[in-house]
């Protein structure tokens, strides 16, 4: 089974703080990606990578940047962590053939900033 | 935003009713998937029909796509309350690189 592991559940951070997100996952995907939940609008679509250090914007990039070192790993960063981050982060990761292709989610990080 | 729509927001049945979501999209696709999510969870893939499918069997789950109306519904037949939890249609748009996610419909399914 396809496992994708974020390495909090729950975190609360401060007004200012630089965040990291950190995703792993042990399926050798190609392609990785970063959402983030709110209640009434989905999942909205922040950076995805399709190979190590590369990366794509997806629709609410701003405040947010990434890093993709290793195909393992997807690091999602917030520079300076603002109340309006204040959210559920998921996590996906999928196999090769394109970004649209079944992807398998972490559990979530839910970030609280205050 | 090209983001679809989902309907019912929510849905209360009871156990052994079919529950039946609906998803409505923009433009052209080529494939639309389902997901499920249980509270405070990741989200767990349920069933992918592409675009040239009209129909898609799996399990006690039903999926059909109509591309002329740009709409997919997901029937579930026979309930049970574990089958409560929210669920997500995702749209492949042509032409787009990554999938785009619908706001979701709670199902609710009292015992």
């Known amino acids: 089974d396809v496992k994708v592991t974020q390495s909090s559940r729950y975190l609360v951070k401060r007004t200012g703080e630089k965040v990291f997100l950190e995703c792993v996952q042990d399926?050798?995907?190609?392609?990785m990606f970063w959402y983030r939940q709110d209640p009434g609008l989905g999942l909205r679509l922040i950076y995805f990578?399709?190979?190590?250090?590369?990366?794509e914007k997806g629709d609410i990039p701003e405040g947010y940047s990434v890093s993709r070192e290793k195909k393992e790993r997807f690091s999602l960063i917030l520079e300076s962590a603002s109340t309006n981050q204040t959210s559920m982060y998921l996590c996906?990761?999928?196999?090769?053939?394109?970004?649209?292709?079944?992807?398998?989610f972490g559990a979530g990080t839910r970030l609280s900033v205050l | 935003s090209q983001q679809g729509e989902e309907d019912p927001q929510a849905l209360s049945i009871q156990e052994g009713e079919n529950a039946t979501m609906n998803c409505s999209y923009k433009?052209?696709?080529?494939?639309l998937q389902w997901y499920r999510q249980n509270s405070g969870r990741g989200l767990v893939h349920l069933i992918l029909?592409?675009?040239?499918?009209r129909e898609k069997h799996s399990g006690r789950l039903r999926v059909t796509l109509d591309t002329s109306k740009k709409s997919s519904s997901l029937l579930i037949t026979a309930s049970r309350a574990a089958d409560t939890a929210s669920y997500f249609c995702?749209?492949?748009?042509?032409?787009?690189?990554?999938?785009?996610f619908g706001s979701g419909t709670r199902l609710q399914v009292q015992p």
């Open positions: 996906a990761s999928s196999r090769s053939g394109g970004p649209q292709n079944i992807q398998y």
């Open positions: 399926m050798d995907h190609e392609n």
């Open positions: 990578s399709y190979d190590v250090k590369m990366k």
């Open positions: 433009t052209s696709i080529n494939n």
């Open positions: 029909i592409r675009s040239n499918e």
């Open positions: 995702a749209t492949a748009y042509t032409g787009r690189r990554a999938l785009t």
